[in-house]
């Protein structure tokens, strides 16, 4: 049976109906499986990034919640202290001393010594303004003080300091008293003390020569310290001296200068010497304030070294 023209046409229409249906599908199901794909792959990198992501995250938090471990300070090792030299003692020095040239002990007149007959110990400090010289501490025979002439006397030497307080004792004197106070005799060299002792023995017997005169080493006079004094008008050791108003004055005030009277009446015992109202010695304002504010007569009461006497030896 033939199929009628009319029933071609359909026949070509489902055809090609058919044809388009199967390449729509095919498209579709491409489509589809490119969308797919598509999304797989967002998707795959989405989890990439994100893994990437947390892994950043993960290694911040990390950073910052883990502390980086910071490495123990290398202790400091304590110094060790370097050993101290133990200062070795000072070795005490040993006097020296001037033995007696008259052998067979100490040789006593009317209570004073021959100074010949007993040692000495050499002091260790004749500089000091205030050392004891007696017959029993000696200058050395060496030692000779800065020296300058004095004002108010004949040419005579004294040491600067002793010099200055001379003539404020002297201005003082004369402002007060109307006094001229005079130098008689100052500094005196080892040989020209020597030459005045063994003269004195000549002079007065050696009895009266114990009692006054020093021999040389024994002396004040060498250190530049010791002033016989009396007035202008009179300028002769005197005895007396000391009980003139010029020599009141200077027993009452000299301490206010540094001066003391060496060897006051009734003191010979302790001193070694006899009265001698003209000798005053310059030891320093502050020895001889010390000495008149504690009524200190002597500088060996002072330094607590009376003479030794013979029921003492």
């Keep these: 049976m033939g ?14 109906s058919l044809m388009l249906g199967s390449a729509c599908g095919r ?28 892994k950043e995250i993960s290694s911040e938090t990390a950073s910052e919640e883990t502390p980086t471990p910071t490495s123990s300070p290398t ?16 070795p005490t ?10 052998t067979g002990g100490a ?3 009317d209570g004073y010594v021959d100074p010949r007959t007993v040692r000495a110990e050499i002091v260790s400090n004749p500089s000091d303004v205030a050392v004891l010289v007696n017959k029993y501490y000696a200058s050395p025979e060496s030692y000779v003080p800065e020296l300058v002439y004095a004002k108010y006397s004949a040419g005579q030497q004294l040491r600067p300091e002793a010099a200055d307080a001379w003539i404020k004792l002297h ?5 007060e008293t109307g006094e001229d106070l005079y130098l008689i005799s100052g500094y005196r060299s080892w040989e020209t003390q020597t030459y005045s002792f063994n003269n004195a023995i000549t002079r007065r017997g050696l009895d009266k020569t114990c009692c006054k005169n020093a021999y040389p ?18 300028p002769q050791i005197r005895d007396n001296f000391i009980y003139t108003k010029a020599g009141q004055w200077v027993a009452e005030n000299g301490y206010k200068f540094g001066f003391i009277w060496r060897y006051p009446q009734d003191y010979g015992h302790i001193t070694g010497y006899g009265v001698e109202g003209w000798h005053f010695r310059f030891v320093g304002v502050d020895v001889a304030t010390d000495m008149h504010d504690n009524n200190i007569m002597t500088l060996e009461e002072y330094y607590g070294k009376p003479q030794v006497l013979p029921n003492n030896e």
């Design 75 to 90: 202790p400091t090792s304590s110094p060790t202290p370097s050993p101290t030299d133990t200062p070795s003692p000072t």
């Design 3 to 16: 199929i009628s023209r009319r029933g071609k046409l359909v026949l070509l229409v489902l055809s090609i």
């Design 27 to 54: 498209t579709n199901k491409d489509v589809s499986s490119s969308a797919t794909s598509a999304q797989l792959q967002s998707q795959n990198e989405l989890s990439a990034s994100a893994a990437d992501s947390g």
């Design 217 to 234: 080493g024994r002396s004040e006079h060498p250190l530049g310290l010791a002033l016989d004094i009396n007035t202008s008008d009179d």
């Design 107 to 109: 040789v006593w007149y």
């Design 93 to 102: 020095k040993v006097p020296e001393y001037i033995e007696p040239i008259i």
């Design 171 to 175: 201005d003082a004197c004369m402002a």
